[in-house]
């Protein structure tokens, strides 16, 4: 070996400890990376308590939903202080109020991408993040590694999906195709990284379309009627007066309930709602939403 003037035959030794160091930390930093924890937050859109057999509900089974409350946390005393949807959702993102974060209704706002949110925090940190379902913002998500969402309230049949290359129409039911999709990105992610998913829903909310498998499963059951069902919100704020979720008021056939009371022919529904709906299906998936269900209501008396 020739060496120069100045060779420091202490130098392989140093540069080896070095390389050694730097093996041991970056085996280290792997095992702390993987001991942090997976994040999967998975929302339900306007989905009431009462509606979640966890909070007491006895005519909704939730089973899925009540093993994470069992398992988990369950909150009994929680409050938000815009709970429209895409307020709600920019809140969550952002940590910050409605007149902060931009989003103050679900009208013609636009969230600002530009903004901090928690996603992207953890994506500095090193974790996987994806967006998957409802978004509901208009803009196109950032700060995600994967997003692939909804536009605006999305479909219950055959919905549209948004991605970065472009809007693709998928057969099948949102729910059904939101979760596979959450699944599928999870199979083939990095597996030497943590990961954030969020799977946000469209179901619950309005309007109320099940999946075709499930449309007789309340067939024959007896629902009884609220208590509340000949309200008529007199003495109530007027938030509650002038809400549009009444059953006997806003809950029409031909946009809320596959129940046809009366409707023989699928051209009678001719709303454009409705339309738009029954647009999307296949004709076998036509003809199954258009048979009759058999609910039968409870009626109680009269409340004074």
Request: charge should be neutral.
């Given at each position: 070996?020739?060496?120069?003037?100045?060779?420091?035959?202490?130098?392989?030794?140093?540069?080896?400890?070095?390389?050694v160091?730097?093996?041991?930390?970056?085996?280290q930093?792997?095992?702390q990376?993987?001991?942090?924890?997976?994040?999967?937050?998975?929302?339900?859109?306007?989905?009431?308590?009462?509606a979640?057999?966890?909070?007491?509900?006895s005519?909704?089974?939730?089973?899925n939903?009540?093993?994470?409350?069992?398992?988990?946390?369950?909150?009994?005393?929680?409050?938000?202080?815009?709970?429209?949807?895409?307020?709600?959702?920019?809140?969550?993102?952002?940590?910050?109020?409605?007149?902060?974060?931009?989003?103050?209704?679900?009208?013609?706002?636009?969230?600002?991408?530009?903004?901090?949110?928690?996603?992207?925090?953890?994506?500095?940190?090193?974790?996987?993040?994806?967006?998957?379902?409802?978004?509901?913002?208009v803009?196109?998500?950032?700060g995600?590694?994967?997003?692939?969402?909804?536009?605006?309230?999305?479909?219950?049949?055959?919905?549209?999906?948004?991605?970065?290359?472009?809007t693709?129409?998928?057969e099948?039911?949102v729910?059904d195709?939101?979760t596979?999709?959450?699944?599928?990105?999870?199979?083939?992610?990095?597996?030497?990284?943590?990961?954030?998913?969020?799977?946000?829903?469209?179901?619950?909310?309005?309007?109320?379309?099940?999946?075709?498998?499930?449309?007789?499963?309340?067939d024959?059951?007896?629902?009884?009627?609220?208590?509340?069902?000949?309200?008529?919100?007199?003495?109530?704020?007027?938030a509650?007066?002038?809400?549009?979720?009444?059953?006997?008021?806003?809950?029409?056939?031909?946009?809320?309930?596959?129940?046809?009371?009366?409707?023989?022919?699928?051209?009678?529904?001719?709303?454009?709602?409705?339309?738009?709906?029954?647009?999307?299906?296949?004709?076998?998936?036509?003809?199954?939403?258009?048979?009759?269900?058999?609910?039968?209501?409870?009626?109680?008396?009269?409340?004074?």
């Amino acid at each position: 070996m020739i060496m120069k003037k100045n060779y420091n035959p202490l130098l392989p030794v140093i540069i080896g400890a070095i390389l050694v160091f730097s093996s041991c930390k970056n085996k280290q930093q792997q095992k702390q990376a993987d001991t942090r924890p997976n994040i999967i937050f998975i929302m339900s859109d306007d989905h009431a308590y009462q509606a979640i057999s966890a909070y007491g509900d006895s005519l909704n089974h939730t089973p899925n939903i009540d093993a994470l409350a069992k398992e988990g946390m369950l909150f009994n005393r929680a409050f938000v202080n815009n709970s429209l949807c895409a307020p709600s959702r920019a809140a969550i993102l952002t940590g910050k109020y409605s007149n902060m974060n931009g989003i103050k209704g679900n009208g013609d706002e636009v969230f600002d991408g530009s903004q901090e949110t928690f996603p992207k925090l953890l994506h500095q940190a090193g974790y996987q993040t994806a967006m998957i379902g409802k978004w509901h913002l208009v803009s196109n998500p950032t700060g995600f590694d994967f997003w692939n969402v909804l536009p605006g309230q999305g479909d219950y049949y055959n919905p549209d999906f948004i991605d970065p290359t472009g809007t693709k129409r998928v057969e099948g039911y949102v729910t059904d195709l939101t979760t596979d999709k959450a699944i599928n990105w999870m199979n083939h992610r990095d597996t030497s990284r943590p990961f954030c998913v969020l799977v946000w829903n469209k179901a619950p909310h309005r309007d109320w379309m099940s999946a075709i498998k499930y449309l007789h499963e309340f067939d024959s059951v007896n629902i009884p009627v609220p208590a509340t069902f000949f309200d008529d919100y007199s003495t109530r704020t007027r938030a509650v007066k002038e809400q549009k979720m009444e059953i006997s008021k806003w809950l029409v056939p031909n946009y809320d309930l596959k129940e046809n009371l009366g409707i023989t022919k699928n051209t009678e529904r001719l709303d454009s709602n409705w339309m738009a709906i029954f647009g999307r299906l296949n004709p076998d998936e036509q003809k199954a939403l258009s048979q009759p269900t058999h609910l039968k209501m409870i009626h109680s008396k009269r409340p004074i």
